[in-house]
């Protein structure tokens, strides 16, 4: 059984450089063609894809947000962690990260249940 | 990147009718890189369907979709009580990257 669980820090000060995890359980990152994926959503708003890191370690980001996003995986700890920098309120949301599978492509199928960021001072 | 368009943003129908969404790419889309994803309140998206006709486990075969080009649409033959949700369709090529459209609302009538 695929499962996914996002965690970090509830609230984070302007400024301040926001990490989150993903621990994954029921399949491995090294698996050619599997990925991982973060999207947020803030409250009451659309999906916003973030960040997608794969089995082979390529790594691509949101060009709106590419100079302040970085997405890494430990293998080992079946983890992928991505870190935000200088947050600001606008980036209030419900982060998710999913598996999502590029061989063949698919979009993300099992998603973790989303962890909540509030920015605020 | 590629905007996507839902339309109508809010749809009101009741339990057995036909519910009809739409997608509006802002470029070309093949449907093979589309998917469309339901969310209940507090939820996660739950991936429905992708491709022509890729359903994810468990859905069933009242969601389908259709259309190529810029212009998609997702059909709902016949809503049951657990169908009224948000959807949103997405895009999920990596070039250029994965975008989502703002949704779409389906309420009972």
């Known amino acids: 059984q695929v499962t996914l669980r996002e965690s970090g820090p509830a609230l984070v000060k302007p400024t301040e450089t926001l990490t989150l995890t993903c621990t994954f359980s029921g399949f491995s990152l090294t698996t050619s063609g599997v990925c991982i994926t973060w999207i947020r959503q803030p409250p009451g708003k659309a999906l916003e894809w973030l960040a997608r890191i794969d089995w082979d370690d390529e790594k691509y980001y949101s060009a709106s947000l590419k100079t302040r996003l970085t997405i890494s995986k430990d293998t080992s700890k079946n983890q992928v962690v991505l870190t935000m920098t200088n947050m600001d309120p606008v980036d209030t949301a419900t982060y998710y990260c999913a598996r999502q599978i590029a061989i063949p492509a698919a979009p993300p199928l099992e998603w973790g249940q989303g962890t909540l960021v509030t920015v605020s001072s | 990147e590629i905007v996507l368009t839902q339309s109508p943003g809010t749809l009101s129908l009741a339990p057995g009718e036909r519910a009809t969404l739409s997608c509006r790419a802002s470029?070309?889309?093949?449907?093979?890189?589309l998917a469309w994803y339901q969310q209940k309140p507090g939820q996660a998206p739950r991936l429905l369907i992708y491709g022509a006709s890729s359903r994810a486990t468990g859905i069933p075969d009242r969601f389908s979709v259709s259309g190529s080009g810029t212009d998609f649409t997702l059909t709902i033959s016949r809503l049951e009580p657990e169908d009224f949700a948000v959807y949103f369709c997405?895009?999920?090529?990596?070039?250029?990257?994965?975008?989502f459209g703002q949704g779409t609302k389906v309420e009972i009538k």
């Open positions: 997405q895009q999920f090529g990596i070039s250029p990257p994965p975008t």
């Open positions: 470029q070309t889309v093949s449907i093979s890189w």
